[in-house]
């Protein structure tokens, strides 16, 4: 079983930057692929950013060059900085993680993030 525990969302004007973070347990946090998604107000969960074990990242296009996410395999954390905001990226933003073994995925409460414009 993993857990994961967000924060870090709030509001921000555009052009702006804020950072989120994503704390798991429960698992071999290093062997797992992480990412985070969001979904907007009558829209569709997306994928934002995902950063594989090895620590291979692939991002969305539309928050290509802003975001930028790393993992601290030590603090079982992944860290989503995003840069350059824009009221589009107005979103509630959801951890999510894959378990290396079993394929299983779990998903974090979410983080609200508003951008201002």
């Known amino acids: 079983q993993v857990q994961l525990v967000e924060s870090g969302g709030g509001l921000v004007q555009a052009g702006g930057s804020l950072g989120l973070s994503c704390v798991a347990s429960?698992?071999?946090?290093?062997?797992?692929?992480m990412a985070w998604y969001r979904q907007a107000p009558g829209s569709q969960r997306e994928l934002v950013a995902r950063i594989q074990s090895g620590g291979v990242t692939t991002y969305a296009n539309s928050v290509k060059g802003r975001f930028t996410l790393t993992r601290d395999n030590d603090k079982s954390m992944v860290y989503l900085q995003m840069n350059s905001l824009k009221s589009e990226d107005t979103a509630v933003y959801y951890c999510h993680a894959q378990d290396w073994s079993s394929g299983t995925e779990y998903w974090g409460k979410g983080t609200l993030v508003t951008v201002s414009s």
């Open positions: 429960g698992s071999i946090f290093s062997r797992n692929a």
